[in-house]
């Protein structure tokens, strides 16, 4: 069984491993790839005929191969609904927009 042909940014699987094709230099003759978890490992072109790589989807959590722990994004995609949120004009500077400074605030 031959292996898919190395592409930068594809996919491939190998003994339940996953990882990125992140360079191929064919002057040198290998292909450098990405595990999931950020370990880097280089094969040389022969070689990776020989392997049993399969092409993979790429993972749905994107934070496999960069040092960032669950609770450091998660808050990030949840945005709290606040007062401040529910009137848009209350973000405008008052002293940048033209008559708005003689509208009375919600607060007066």
Not at 44 to 59: C, K, V
């Amino acid at each position: 069984m031959t292996s898919p042909s190395p592409v930068v940014g594809e996919w491939y699987r190998r003994h339940g491993a996953l990882f990125e094709v992140v360079a191929v230099d064919h002057d040198d003759g290998t292909v450098e790839v990405q595990h999931f978890d950020g370990t880097l490992e280089e094969f040389d072109l022969e070689s990776w005929d020989e392997q049993e790589f399969e092409e993979a989807q790429p993972p749905e959590d994107w934070t496999g191969s960069v040092d960032v722990e669950p609770e450091d994004y998660e808050s990030e995609r949840e945005v709290p609904l606040t007062s401040a949120w529910s009137d848009p004009l209350m973000c405008l500077d008052r002293s940048e927009t033209s008559g708005y400074s003689e509208w009375p605030s919600p607060g007066d």
